[in-house]
């Protein structure tokens, strides 16, 4: 089996993979915040909130982890064209990623809660600190720190999910390959070279997240050593 | 079954057309399963190579290397790749097959990571005493390390295969007719994506809900253990 | 005077006098205090009081009922009877500021529980800047102070981690100090330690009694009780067996007491 590789595209192409990759990291960038930040409250709404709120939480952890990216992505698009709400590909997308990731950083977090000693928050609580002074200052700074790990894991996953948003027209890598191989019939260096871009995306993200944790976690930076 | 559709405000043929789509996407769920299963256990293998030598080495940083890269591409992009490298090489295959293929290739590098774990979990204790009883290190390895591993790896496993059924709805990209696809279609037909996808949606978590509760509940019975 | 033999005790060897003297301020009441956990009955009616400026140390077998009572004493734990008066808020009544009370009410754990993500002056200036408002500078000075009391002003900026289990006691006695309690209670401060490292722990308490610090200890080092306790309370399952000065751990008045001094415990 013989095939004449080639990758001339890449001259010509070149500048459209390079907006490709921009956007998907500006896709992944504009998703991490909002979602951790959704992730942590359903977090400890779900902990210490009272009973309803539990419930809630629940309900959508469970909801969006048993289903597909695809789905959720298919359903709000599609949902808000219907509904004639006129918000962009990339909006959606962002919208959709957060709903996503929220989800799972939720789970990860309350893991992170849960593993902090029970006498830490006794000893907050018996220097007369408020409920929410306890969590906030004492129990979400180390559940954060234990659980960063697997919180870049998440986080680098969902930098790939951005993948399937050309599915609905949001502009980023995978859909500009798409019109890449259109008009040069050369799928698979396309995919296989983009495939390369993705695996030195998701290292970067991985060193960018952890050198974060140094700036984020002063008793790491100064010891070295995990919580 | 089809009259669930009609509140819906689907036709009992488009449910049973959706239906067909979630009976394709167990069948490639299958197909991913078993495929990173047989590749994704020499992979474990391999990566929890004792050391040894040469040829160890190599082992243990093939297979790192194709688990790093496996694991930093995007599905969809292994999907494309698969499928325009089985074109290549002539084939003229089913989009079921590429895609097959893909959910092989990948499940078999996040199956293997979860295995090697599970190996490598097993206390250095085990290994010394099955040395203690003379057997050979085969005889160790099935015997005695295998076994436990196996108990350990239960409850991940599980809650990978969820991650399978999930994840097969990428092969929508190739065009392969699961239910992502035919609820694509269905909603292009209908113009009706809350119904559409709802409905989606739920068959999804019908099926991997109970597969989540299941995977939770084997890790909370070890942990008693 | 001595406890009664029968084993149930009263002896209070301080008179009464009609119009205590303000050094003699009850800080704590018990009157028939019990506590269950479920089904399990773990105080049975205790009665004893804390007056300002002692030291009350509280002895006995594990199981004797001696850290719940401790634990009562800031709402730890809730009594299911009796009458319970800490700092002249009544824990038996419903709706106690548990928070207001804990201001007032130190205390110091087995295991330290300290915030490991802090450094030791956090560590001790956390509460005061966080409840009681201070400045970052006063909250500094405030930290500096309590820890030269304790003699760690070189540790300021150390982690938790890297401090030896006395060290960290000490840190944690601090921290309780930097909220000027006017009661601090030691649950078994010293059993977590290594053998070498409670004696500078106990030297901090005992410097701490000297200079007037109302405090409930509960502990098993006997050679300490005897030598800081104003009042020594020997409790046994659930009551309190026998109450003095610390003369009765010399001269025990119940079989009890004396096996449990026997056996040096």
Same mark, same amino acid.
């Given at each position: 089996m013989s095939y004449d590789f080639d990758f001339a595209f890449l001259n010509e192409y070149g500048p459209d993979l390079w907006r490709g990759v921009w956007l998907t990291l500006g896709m992944t960038a504009a998703s991490i915040l909002p979602g951790f930040v959704l992730g942590t409250l359903c977090a400890v709404g779900r902990l210490y909130g009272p009973r309803w709120l539990s419930r809630i939480t629940v309900i959508y952890v469970e909801a969006i982890r048993n289903t597909p990216l695809v789905i959720q992505v298919f359903w709000l698009f599609f949902g808000l064209a219907v509904l004639q709400v006129r918000i962009g590909a990339f909006p959606a997308a962002v919208i959709a990623l957060v709903i996503n990731v929220g989800a799972y950083t939720a789970e990860i977090m309350r893991a992170g809660f849960e593993t902090i000693p029970k006498g830490q928050v006794e000893a907050a609580s018996c220097l007369a600190l408020t409920r929410t002074q306890v969590i906030w200052g004492i129990q979400f700074p180390q559940a954060v720190e234990r659980v960063y790990p697997a919180l870049v894991s998440q986080f680098v996953l969902m930098m790939l999910a951005t993948s399937i948003m050309s599915q609905i027209s949001a502009e980023e890598l995978t859909g500009a390959a798409y019109q890449i191989q259109a008009f040069t019939f050369r799928g698979f260096e396309v995919y296989l070279v983009i495939a390369g871009i993705y695996v030195v995306m998701a290292a970067g993200l991985r060193l960018v997240l952890l050198g974060c944790a140094t700036l984020a976690f002063p008793r790491r930076r100064r010891l070295g050593t995990p919580l | 079954m089809s009259i669930l559709g009609l509140p819906l405000g689907l036709t009992p043929d488009q449910f049973l057309f959706i239906l067909r789509g979630a009976g394709w996407t167990l069948v490639l769920s299958l197909f991913g399963f078993v495929g990173g299963t047989s590749l994704g256990l020499p992979l474990a293998l391999a990566r929890a190579?004792?050391? $040894?030598? #040469?040829g160890s080495w190599l082992l243990r940083q093939g297979a790192g290397a194709y688990v790093a890269l496996v694991q930093g591409i995007p599905l969809p992009v292994i999907m494309f790749v698969v499928y325009f490298g089985v074109s290549i090489g002539g084939f003229e295959v089913p989009a079921l097959v590429a895609a097959g293929i893909a959910m092989t290739l990948w499940s078999a590098a996040y199956l293997g990571e979860i295995w090697r774990g599970c190996i490598q979990a097993v206390p250095r204790t085990q290994w010394e005493a099955a040395e203690c009883l003379a057997l050979t290190p085969a005889q160790r390895f099935v015997h005695v390390i295998l076994p436990q591993a196996m108990r350990v790896a239960v409850p991940p496993t599980v809650g990978f295969l969820v991650q399978i059924v999930k994840n097969t709805s990428y092969s929508v990209v190739i065009g392969f007719f699961d239910l992502t696809y035919s609820a694509k279609v269905i909603n292009n037909a209908t113009y009706k994506p809350f119904q559409v996808f709802t409905i989606a949606a739920l068959i999804y978590f019908l099926i991997c809900y109970p597969m989540s509760v299941a995977s939770r509940r084997f890790e909370a019975r070890m942990r008693r253990a | 005077m001595r406890a009664e033999t029968d084993g149930m005790t009263i002896a209070d060897p301080r008179p009464a006098t009609p119009a205590a003297p303000? /050094?003699? +301020?009850?800080?704590v009441c018990f009157e028939d205090v019990r506590k269950a956990f479920g089904t399990v009955e773990v105080l049975r009616g205790i009665t004893v009081d804390v007056h300002r400026g002692d030291v009350t140390v509280l002895v006995g077998r594990s199981g004797s009922g001696k850290s719940t009572a401790l634990r009562c004493i800031n709402g730890l734990e809730a009594i299911n009877g009796g009458r319970l008066t800490v700092c002249g808020r009544? #824990?038996? +009544?419903? $709706?106690?500021?548990l928070r207001d009370l804990r201001q007032d009410v130190g205390i110091v754990f087995q295991s330290y529980n300290l915030f490991p993500h802090l450094t030791v002056a956090q560590n001790v200036m956390l509460a005061p800047r966080k409840?009681?408002? *201070? $400045?970052l500078s006063e909250a500094r000075e405030l930290a500096r102070e309590v820890l030269h009391k304790v003699g *760690?002003?070189?540790?300021? +900026?150390?982690?938790? +981690?890297? *401090?030896?289990g006395g060290q960290q006691q000490r840190v944690a006695i601090a921290r309780s100090l930097a909220m000027q309690p006017r009661l601090i209670l030691f649950d /078994?401060?010293?059993?977590? #330690?290594?053998p070498e490292l409670t004696g500078e722990v106990l030297r901090v308490i005992e410097g701490l009694a000297k200079a007037g610090m109302t405090m409930v200890l509960v502990t098993h080092e006997m050679g300490f009780a005897r030598s800081v306790a104003d009042q020594l309370v020997f409790m046994h399952k659930g009551t309190v067996w026998e109450k003095g000065s610390r003369d009765i751990l010399r001269d025990p008045a119940t079989p009890e007491l004396r096996q449990f001094v026997g056996n040096g415990l």
């Open positions: - | 190579a004792r050391k $040894g030598g #040469l | 303000p /050094e003699r +301020e009850t800080m009544r #824990l038996h +009544e419903p $709706g106690t500021d409840v009681k408002r *201070l $400045g *760690l002003a070189d540790k300021a +900026e150390a982690y938790p +981690e890297q *401090l030896s /078994e401060v010293t059993s977590a #330690l290594d």
